[in-house]
């Protein structure tokens, strides 16, 4: 619509309006009206009879228009002399004017007409959005998981006349409406496409549960419970993905402190095969003539041993201590990001397992210092009890 067709609407909507016939007639009584003015603009919007569209009758000024398209050029003022012409402008355009023209009589309804047309296009846009087809006849259809089957749900997008008048338009209704439609609008992201499916599952269960067959209007006048339905659903998905993104951390540093574990014990077997070695040492020496340098040597590497494989353990376990440390802060930690009874038992069982393994871990550490700090002492008493023997038997 063109800025001088704008200015003729608003111009003619001060006036009375009536229709008679084909023709759109508005009464003026204004004593300052200029019809030079009138006649100017009207011609200005495209109508090919302004000179005769003015009349005076006493101190009534009556401006006359047809309404057809033929009158008017290329242009479409937006004038419907009844109801019925505005709903068919609607369905044909899949539209609501922005600005239009009806006589005084139908104007209450018109406006009806026009809001609840719009409020049934955002209906119409969140089910063809959330609808898994839409078909060549207007249908939209959802599939959906039933049982051990794929269930089907049709839902038709045509409004009848009758059906413009069922909408029950509030402030309350609309901004609810507006907000399920923004949550199509928003910018893709990680969770779009589980937003959508929980509006289609809130879409699928009202559907169910509709028994009138008026589904588009139904979901308009129930637009404030499917929001906060859809609200209560998607919390419960938000706090779904945080506790599997919580589980999923858990398991992670699960298997991180786990590896930190085995390291541990493997260097802790690594410094234990020293022992072994140092009793193939011992009996080495005892199948030789038996020399108080060679024991005094033996010996002293036997207490390095000793020594080393100790001195190692003691850091091993320092670094168990702080790992414990780590286990149980870390945990607790996961324990208070959700009090879930599945992250808190998800963290309390790992934690119990690796302080567990922490814990078997420290004992086997103290057998090895025990067997290893037991070798020199059991060398020395082999040694002088061999040595004994052996000055004894030479007297």
């Not at 494989?309 to 320092?318: G, Q, R």
């Not at 670094?319 to 992250?343: A, G, H, M, P, W």
């Not at 963290?347 to 550490?365: C, F, G, H, T, Y």
Request: aromatic fraction near 12%.
């Amino acid at each position: 619509m063109s800025d001088v067709e704008k200015t003729l609407l608003s111009y003619l909507k001060q006036f009375s309006i009536t229709a008679d016939d084909d023709l759109l007639v508005a009464k003026v009584t204004d004593a300052s009206f200029n019809s030079n003015y009138a006649e100017s603009l009207i011609s200005s919007a495209g109508y090919k009879h302004s000179k005769s569209a003015i009349s005076r009758e006493g101190d009534v000024v009556y401006i006359k228009l047809l309404i057809e398209l033929s009158a008017w050029g290329d242009n479409d003022p937006k004038i419907f002399l009844n109801i019925s012409d505005l709903w068919g402008y609607c369905k044909a355009t899949n539209e609501v004017p922005d600005l239009y023209l009806v006589p005084d009589d139908i104007l209450e309804e018109s406006e009806k007409l026009c809001v609840s047309y719009s409020s049934y296009l955002k209906v119409k846009k969140i089910i063809n959005e959330a609808s898994d087809y839409v078909t060549e006849t207007g249908s939209a259809l959802f599939f959906y998981n039933s049982k051990d089957s794929i269930a089907r749900e049709e839902v038709s997008l045509t409004l009848s006349f009758d059906d413009i008048f069922l909408f029950e338009i509030s402030e309350e209704k609309e901004a609810a409406i507006g907000s399920l439609v923004r949550f199509f609008e928003i910018d893709e992201d990680a969770h779009s496409h589980e937003r959508n499916n929980v509006l289609k599952n809130v879409i699928i269960e009202f559907i169910d549960a509709n028994d009138s067959g008026n589904v588009i209007p139904n979901m308009y006048n129930s637009a404030e419970s499917l929001l906060k339905k859809y609200k209560e659903q998607y919390k419960v998905y938000v706090d779904r993905f945080s506790v599997n993104k919580i589980i999923s951390d858990i398991s992670e540093k699960n298997l991180e402190y786990s590896s930190k574990v085995n390291e541990f014990i493997s260097s802790g077997q690594t410094k234990a095969f020293a022992i072994p070695g140092a009793i193939i040492a011992i009996g080495t020496i005892v199948r030789v003539q038996p020399s108080y340098l060679g024991a005094i040597l033996v010996f002293v590497g036997l207490c390095l041993v000793n020594y080393f494989v100790t001195s190692a353990n003691k850091v091993y376990l320092e670094s168990y201590v702080q790992l414990r440390k780590q286990v149980i802060y870390t945990f607790d930690r996961f324990k208070d990001l959700d009090s879930s009874t599945e992250v808190f038992s998800h963290a309390e069982s790992s934690k119990k397992v690796l302080l567990d393994r922490i814990d078997k871990a420290e004992e086997r550490l103290e057998d090895i210092d025990f067997y290893s700090s037991l070798v020199p002492w059991l060398g020395g008493v082999y040694f002088i009890g061999n040595f004994i023997v052996a000055i004894y038997s030479n007297v």
